[in-house]
């Protein structure tokens, strides 16, 4: 009966140490997904930006004042494509 006892809780105890193992392992995420999530919500960033600046421009309907409001947004996509439209 004692030895019944000691397996159970030796079976108990590997489970649970596997379980421990496994939310460690699904916790910690490796460099490259933590790259790729940086790279997505950069990108969606910048296509956030982008859908911004165009809205912008249609918004002034051609007023170079309310043009000029908008170059900082376009300004903002350049930096971060590295290109200029100067």
Do not use: F, N
């Amino acid at each position: 009966m004692q030895r019944a006892k000691m397996a159970d809780a030796r079976v108990l105890a590997t489970w649970l140490a596997t379980a421990l193992l496994m939310a460690l392992i699904a916790a910690c995420s490796s460099p490259e997904r933590k790259a790729a999530k940086a790279e997505a919500e950069y990108t969606e960033e910048k296509t956030e930006t982008l859908r911004d600046y165009k809205r912008c421009v249609e918004r002034a309907k051609g007023d170079e004042t309310k043009l000029k409001a908008c170059e900082p947004l376009l300004k903002a996509v350049e930096a971060t494509s590295g290109t200029s439209s100067d």
